[in-house]
């Protein structure tokens, strides 16, 4: 029998899954609507906004796809892969990325770090209203290297629901769209028998 925790946390990640992925489907659809009006003046800015919409709502499902899904049959991931992934789905909020390899040699990196990264950025991503860095240092292992994720920019402020998760235990009771990726986040690094640790300062904040 399936535990409640298990449905509840799949019933919220698709929850959050169609939430960030109504904004640029409404507006693909709005934009056919504005073609279909078929007004000449409107027709460019329509055809761009469904092109501009399209393509995010594509990034993200390739995104979701391997951070949520399971994309990847074997227990590896190719490490450029993840690069790419993360690089091109940033781009809506105009942010930068920049990888530290600090001892960290391999191609390949371990399936469930893979997507605590990937899931983290996303955390990340939700968090910065407006442009900012996102610093990435990979150590060690050169299959389960250990991560840190340092952010800065101008609003950059966790939300303190997705604090709670990283710094108490918290029952699924209190699991919400919020917070569902922290504490996804959570049991991925204790299924590698990692941890993560939270750290913040004024404008800025980080994972380890």
């Known amino acids: 029998m399936v535990e409640k925790k298990q449905v509840k946390l799949s019933e919220l990640l698709c929850s959050k899954l169609c939430h960030d992925l109504v ?28 092109k501009k919409s399209s393509e995010q709502a594509s990034r993200k499902l390739s995104y979701y796809r391997v951070s949520m899904g399971s994309a990847a ?7 450029n892969d993840v690069v790419d992934l993360i690089e091109n789905f940033v781009q809506d909020k105009n942010l930068s990325v920049g990888w530290v390899v600090d001892g960290y040699t391999g191609n390949n990196i371990n399936k469930l770090i893979g997507k605590v990264l990937m899931n983290l950025v996303l955390i990340c991503y939700d968090t910065l209203t407006r442009s900012g860095h996102i610093e990435i240092t990979l150590s060690e292992d050169i299959i389960k290297p250990n991560i840190t994720i340092n952010v800065s920019g101008e609003i950059c402020t966790l939300h303190i629901d997705i604090k709670s998760i990283f710094q108490t235990e918290v029952s699924e009771a209190l699991l919400t769209v919020r917070n569902v990726l922290a504490y996804y986040c959570k049991q991925l690094a204790l299924e590698s028998s990692k941890s993560i640790e939270l750290k913040e300062g004024k404008n800025h904040f980080s994972f380890k």
Request: proline share 6%; charged share 30%.
């Open 23 to 50: 904004s640029p489907i409404s507006a693909v659809n709005n934009g056919m609507e504005f073609i279909d009006e078929d007004k000449s003046d409107l027709n460019d800015q329509a055809i761009e906004l469904v």
């Open 73 to 79: 049959p074997e227990d590896i991931m190719q490490f």
